[in-house]
T-cell receptor, first 114, second 112 residues
Framework: AQSVTQLDSQVPVFEEAPVELRCNYS??????LFWYVQYPNQGLQLLLK??????LVKGINGFEAEFNKSQTSFHLRKPSVHISDTAEYFC????????????FGKGTSLLVTP | EPEVTQTPSHQVTQMGQEVILRCVPI?????FYWYRQILGQKVEFLVS????????KSEIFDDQFSVERPDGSNFTLKIRSTKLEDSAMYFC??????????FGDGTRLSIL
């Protein structure tokens, strides 16, 4: 069985500061990894995904994440955040890229202040 | 950019009543999903649907729940005899083969 752990429920950060949102997973099989963002009163929007290949993946809005197989981690980073990055961020894993359930973490609330 | 659309945005229903949540997936997508998010908790998978049948379902998706693709565009989730604990945000998603899932904005279901 898979599990996803997002270690931080809330991350406050000042505008233009760097941020890292942590995600660890456990699985007995190879997985596909995703980060989704949820703005208030909206659905989940894909930020980035790791399917295979390079372990450093770049997504939208300046975010990137690094897959570390030995650490079973997929931490999300951004070198300089904006006020508009304030949102809920969800890490998710799946056993397949098609037709399989996404298993989500509990989410990390990123609050960016001036 | 094509979107997954869900209606209604908010549904209020009396306990014990049946409710149908509606979704219009992106037109060329083949896989369809329902998830729910109880307030303050994580997003949970309910069911996936492909080629007009359920391909995977979670423990949550018991006999109270059913899904249907009644025509070429809609994908519905029916909850029979609703309970208070069914109150949640319900998300529909769709995807193409080998592509990530795209989510709708959700339907907030409130059971009174």
């Amino acid at each position: 069985a898979q599990s996803v752990t997002q270690l931080d429920s809330q991350v406050p950060v000042f505008e233009e500061a760097p941020v890292e949102l942590r995600c660890n997973y456990s699985s007995s099989v190879s997985v596909y990894l995703f980060w989704y963002v949820q703005y208030p009163n909206q659905g989940l929007q894909l930020l980035l995904k790791y399917l295979s290949g390079s372990t450093l993946v770049k997504g939208i809005n300046g975010f990137e994440a690094e897959f570390n197989k030995s650490q079973t981690s997929f931490h999300l980073r951004k070198p300089s955040v904006h006020i508009s990055d304030t949102a809920e961020y969800f890490c998710a894993v799946s056993e397949s890229n098609s037709g399989y359930a996404l298993n989500f973490g509990k989410g990390t609330s990123l609050l960016v202040t001036p | 950019e094509p979107e997954v659309t869900q209606t209604p945005s908010h549904q209020v229903t009396q306990m014990g009543q049946e409710v149908i949540l509606r979704c219009v997936p992106i037109s060329n997508h083949l896989y369809f999903y329902w998830y729910r998010q109880i307030l303050g908790q994580k997003v949970e998978f309910l069911v996936s649907f492909y080629n007009n049948e359920i391909s995977e379902k979670s423990e949550i998706f018991d006999d109270q729940f059913s899904v249907e693709r009644p025509d070429g565009s809609n994908f519905t989730l029916k909850i029979r005899s609703t309970k208070l604990e069914d109150s949640a945000m319900y998300f529909c998603a769709s995807s193409r083969r080998d592509q990530p899932q795209h989510f709708g904005d959700g339907t907030r279901l409130s059971i009174l």
